[in-house]
T-cell receptor, first 111, second 111 residues
Framework: AQSVTQPDIHITVSEGASLELRCNYS??????LFWYVQSPGQGLQLLLK??????LVQGIKGFEAEFKRSQSSFNLRKPSVHWSDAAEYFC?????????FGTGTRLQVFP | DTAVSQTPKYLVTQMGNDKSIKCEQN?????MYWYKQDSKKFLKIMFS???????INETVPNRFSPKSPDKAHLNLHINSLELGDSAVYFC??????????FGQGTRLTVV
C-alpha cells in the first residue's frame, strides 16, 4: 500500500541550530513528493516539491530537501532554524490524484 | 486574491444540526478536494472532485455529502452533526492532480 511516514512526531531545536525532518515513502513507483508547513492557526503552505531531475530541491524560507531513491526518503533540512519556523510539517506524496500525507512533525524552537 | 477560500473559518454548532462549509478556487483548477485534520494533526482525504464529478470518496459517514455546483466550487454538507465531527476541514484544488493549493481551513466545533 502507498504510504508516507514521518517517524518523528515532535522535534525541539534551539534557534540557530540545524534541522532535519525525516520522511520515508512507500510507493510502487517514485511518487511526487512535497513538504508542507502549517503554522498555528494557518492553512497549509507548500515549502518545496520534487517531481524529477535534481534530487536536491530548494524551497522557500531557506528549506531544502533531498530525494534518495535508495533509502526511499525525502528529508527536509534547514541549516539554521529561526523561531518563526515553529510549526507542523507534513511530508506528502502522490502519483495519482490522491495526496497521501504523513502524520506530521511538530517543530518547537527554543531561543 | 485568495486562490482557495473557505467559509466560514470557524463554525461552532450543536449536535444534531446540519451545516455546510463552502469552498471556492479561482485558479481554474480541474480537481478539488476536502481533507479532514483530526485532533492529532493527521490529514486525511475525504472527497475529490474532477470537473464536477466525484472521483475519490473515502470511507466517511454518509452524513457528509460534497456538492460541486461548478468547477470552481466544492461545498461540504454535514447532516446530524456529532461530537466526533469536530476537526479542521481543508479544501484544496489542483490542476494536474498533484500539486495542491489549500484553503485556510475551517475549524468545526460540535458542542
Amino acid at each position: 500500500a502507498q504510504s508516507v511516514t514521518q517517524p518523528d512526531i515532535h522535534i525541539t531545536v534551539s534557534e540557530g541550530a540545524s534541522l532535519e525532518l525525516r520522511c520515508n515513502y512507500s510507493y510502487g513507483a517514485t511518487p511526487y513528493l512535497f513538504w508542507y508547513v502549517q503554522s498555528p492557526g494557518q492553512g497549509l503552505q507548500l515549502l518545496l516539491k520534487y517531481f524529477s531531475g535534481d534530487t536536491l530541491v530548494q524551497g522557500i524560507k531557506g528549506f531544502e530537501a533531498e530525494f534518495k531513491r535508495s533509502q526511499s526518503s525525502f528529508n527536509l533540512r534547514k541549516p539554521s532554524v529561526h523561531w518563526s519556523d515553529a510549526a507542523e510539517y507534513f511530508c506528502v506524496g502522490t502519483n495519482t490524484d490522491k495526496l497521501i500525507f504523513g502524520t506530521g512533525t511538530r517543530l518547537q524552537v527554543f531561543p | 486574491d485568495t486562490a482557495v477560500s473557505q467559509t466560514p473559518k470557524y463554525l461552532v454548532t450543536q449536535m444534531g444540526n446540519d451545516k455546510s462549509i463552502k469552498c471556492e478556487q479561482n485558479l481554474g483548477h480541474d480537481t478539488m478536494y476536502w481533507y479532514k485534520q483530526d485532533s492529532k494533526k493527521f490529514l486525511k482525504i475525504m472527497f475529490s472532485y474532477n470537473n464536477k464529478e466525484l472521483i475519490i470518496n473515502e470511507t466517511v459517514p454518509n452524513r457528509f455529502s460534497p456538492k460541486s455546483p461548478d468547477k470552481a466550487h466544492l461545498n461540504l454538507h454535514i447532516n446530524s452533526l456529532e461530537l466526533g465531527d469536530s476537526a479542521v476541514y481543508f479544501c484544496a484544488s489542483s490542476q494536474d492532480g498533484r500539486r495542491a493549493f489549500f484553503g485556510q481551513g475551517t475549524r468545526l466545533t460540535v458542542v
